[in-house]
């Protein structure tokens, strides 16, 4: 009998252990979230999507060697969904300003030598101290060098990043980081109007020509002129094509229709700025397309963009119906503006 009630004694915990454990299970099976189905987030706002907008820029070059640059233009763009766009830029050169090298190359101590005046032809002959240099002669320096005029691209815009910040820890904003990349072309157009010495002097001395006689024309006799034919000038002048891409930012001035941008692009191009001779194997020295390098036309863009129509849409939850069949269960729809009710 003793035994009996100990078994009994060991056995009621034991099953009431076992109901506590099955019931809480059973409640918790029962339960749902209350995020279950819902977008990641709710009431957000479509900064992006379907949108068209206007950018006026200001930029200044990076990356020239010779010539710094100044530009204005714009950029219109086009929304196809919230991170993904479509746009074209246009960028002209409205300041020009000597870069270091320039100055330097300039110099009359320790530049491009400058040559004797030569009365009778009135074009700067090169010195005896300086028959053994290389460099061309400052004038022709001058006739070869090109400057950008002005740049254009078209792109296609990625946005993976946006978001909210907080400055001050009381301002709020929106923003959004981008990506682009697209053709772009860059025109190019001499900086100088300085003319070689073959154009002062009516030489036979196209510089891409290796059979030039660099003899005034019809003359056989006359001796062949040494600025001409060991340093040959051809200014690179026209449009180039080449890649272009970047980054940018935007941050929303508290409204939904304007924004500060800054970005940073590149349109590359492949020419020869100097218009001079590059290549060592070449005899005589020509100027000729392999005398040209792949460059970076680097631009520091800033700019207000313009968001149109001007009011932006919210995502709501629960879907509409007929947004329900469109974009799946649980997917947001924009259906409402920007105020709330």
């Known amino acids: 009998m003793q035994r009996i009630r100990t078994l009994t004694f060991l056995a009621a915990p034991i099953a009431i252990a076992a109901l506590s454990l099955l019931t809480p299970s059973t409640a918790h099976a029962k339960r749902k979230s209350p995020l279950a189905g819902k977008p990641v987030v709710v009431n957000k706002l479509e900064l992006r999507k ?7 820029v200001a930029a200044m070059s990076l ?17 196809i969904t919230d991170w993904i766009g479509v746009r074209g830029t246009f960028l002209y050169s409205v300041l020009q300003l000597d870069a270091r090298l320039l100055k330097a190359v300039q ?3 320790g ?3 400058r040559g004797i005046d030569n009365p009778e032809t009135g074009v700067p002959t090169r010195a005896v101290a300086d028959k053994d240099n290389p460099a061309p002669l400052y004038h022709d320096f001058q006739a070869g060098l090109t400057h950008n005029q002005w740049l254009a691209s078209a792109d296609v ?8 910040l907080g400055l001050f820890s009381g301002i709020f904003t929106e923003y959004d980081i981008y990506l682009f990349g697209g053709l772009g072309l860059s025109n190019w157009a001499k900086y100088y109007g300085a003319q070689s010495t073959s154009q002062q002097l009516g030489l036979d001395g196209g510089a891409g020509n290796p059979d030039r006689s660099c003899r005034p024309e019809g003359s056989m006799d006359a001796a062949r002129n040494e600025e001409c034919l060991l340093h040959p000038v051809l200014a690179d002048t026209g449009v180039k094509l080449g890649p272009s891409f970047g980054a940018g930012l935007h941050m929303f001035l508290g409204v939904p229709w304007a924004a500060v941008n ?10 020869n700025i100097a218009g001079q001779n590059r290549t060592t194997d070449d005899v005589p020295p020509i100027v000729d397309r392999n005398d040209a390098v792949w460059n970076h036309n680097v631009v520091f ?4 963009k313009f968001y ?14 007929g947004d329900g069949k469109k974009g799946g269960k649980g997917k947001a729809s924009a259906s409402v503006s920007t105020k709330k009710k």
Do not use: C
């Open 50 to 56: 379907l949108r068209f907008t206007v950018t006026p």
């Open 63 to 79: 990356s020239q060697p010779f010539v710094h640059e100044g530009y204005a233009g714009g950029k219109l763009q086009f929304y």
């Open 107 to 109: 110099d009359e101590n």
């Open 111 to 113: 530049g491009l030598p």
């Open 157 to 164: 815009v990625f946005t993976p990043f946006n978001g909210k």
């Open 262 to 271: 800054l970005e940073v692009q590149d349109i590359m191009s492949y020419n």
């Open 301 to 304: 863009q800033l700019g207000v």
């Open 308 to 321: 149109f129509p001007p009011k932006a849409k919210r995502t709501k939850y629960p879907p509409t119906e």
